[in-house]
């Protein structure tokens, strides 16, 4: 079986990801080329070298579709990344907050937008309480979502200033995660519940 030209997506691929068209929620895109785009400048928005490249296949999305919301937001995030590391193409940090404001103005509540937001209000703005209070308020809605939970810790993280380190890691998880305990949770997860009681209980070492 022949491969798809490299750096584009094969017809199953593209038969598979694409979301529900009936949906009118902003994250939906209006065409199969706006999701395209968008799905090639994911992995290339993790490479620094290869940032100016998802940057255009970014706003080649949104030049199809203005009102895709996850757009912006990595548009956002490569910006942000962008102007932090001093890209020489770099347009600078109000870029980067005026794609986040897009995307939280087209879908207040896309998980991706909040948690891509979360490293920019915690590390230009120096706002990680303001972050977390944002995060809880979304996380509330939907407590199991993977993005909004990531950047919660992020926030935690941030504001009591802990490292990634193997010693602090389980008292990050266990503080944010109390507040979102007190959330009503679905009879799944409550009967779950033994299985992270030891993380819940950790406690700063003496």
């Not at 094969?10 to 065409?31: C, E, F, K, N």
């Not at 937001?117 to 993977?146: C, F, H, S, V, W």
């Not at 389980?170 to 409550?190: D, H, M, N, V």
């Amino acid at each position: 079986m022949a491969s798809a030209p490299r750096g584009t997506i094969p017809p199953v691929a593209m038969a598979v990801a694409w979301p529900d068209r009936t949906s009118t929620a902003p994250a939906v895109p209006a065409s199969g080329k706006a999701y395209e785009y968008y799905l090639r400048a994911i992995p290339l928005g993790v490479n620094v070298g290869l940032l100016t490249t998802a940057r255009g296949l970014l706003r080649a999305s949104l030049a199809e579709d203005p009102n895709y919301a996850p757009a912006w937001a990595r548009l956002g995030r490569v910006h942000r990344v962008m102007s932090k590391y001093d890209h020489p193409e770099a347009e600078g940090m109000e870029s980067a907050r005026a794609a986040f404001a897009r995307a939280l103005e087209l879908d207040p509540e896309l998980a991706l937008a909040h948690n891509l937001y979360a490293y920019y209000e915690i590390d230009e703005l120096g706002r990680p309480e303001d972050a977390m209070a944002r995060l809880l308020a979304q996380a509330r809605k939907a407590p199991t979502n993977p993005e909004l939970l990531a950047g919660l810790v992020l926030a935690f993280l941030r504001k009591h200033s802990l490292a990634f380190d193997s010693e602090q890691i389980g008292i990050a998880l266990a503080r944010p995660f109390r507040s979102i305990a007190r959330i009503k949770r679905p009879e799944r997860l409550r009967r779950g519940r033994r299985a992270t009681t030891g993380l819940c209980q950790t406690r700063p070492p003496e």
